[in-house]
């Protein structure tokens, strides 16, 4: 981690926070201290990551987005506005469950779409595709595309997040021509 980032005047970096070069952090937004953020991201307005959140390199964080401690983003991923992860299943404010945070895993490339609900645990697989106001609430399989109240898989989409159509398990995206099979609800590049 570097000394070549942008944090805007009105932005909270906490000392003993982690930025990579590159990155750019925007108003309003609070980073707090025990927090690790790569290289060349992009924190947008008003966003919160508590200490303890891991983010990778390359990683496109939208307006209002809320990464409480347990959260893990590896590379490349996409987080839509106002998307937010929990930490805790069963919050009370008047008890206190620091030691019940879990862990919840976003993998490379995956995106999350705006205003998703994203429940602490879970881990969002490689190039998986959450729908706009989704509930998660289970772990999602690789290249998943998944929307809803909870969240349920609806079909795959390709690393370039073009939809894939499988046709006796074998699927090239129609976008970026890249090559899929599927066994078992399981995609696999190839």
Known sequence: MGQHFFIHPLAIVEENALVGDGTRIWAGAHIMSGAQVGLDCNIGEHCFIERGVLIGNHVKIKNNVALYSGVLCEDDVFLGPS??????????????????????????????????????????????????????????????????????????????????????NFSACQICNAKYSIENGAVTAL
Not at 97 to 111: D, L, N, P, Y
Not at 143 to 150: F, K, Q, R
């Open 83 to 168: 998307c937010v992860f929990t930490n805790v299943i069963n919050p009370r404010a008047f008890i206190e469950r620091k030691s019940e945070f879990q862990k919840t895993i976003v993998r490379k490339g995956a995106s999350i779409g705006a205003n998703a609900t994203i429940i602490c645990g879970c881990t969002i697989g490689q190039y998986a595709f959450v729908g706009a106001g989704a509930v998660v609430s289970h772990d999602v399989p690789d290249y998943a595309l998944v929307y809803g109240c909870p969240a349920s898989v609806r079909g795959f989409v390709c690393r370039c997040g073009g939809k894939l159509e499988f046709q006796n």
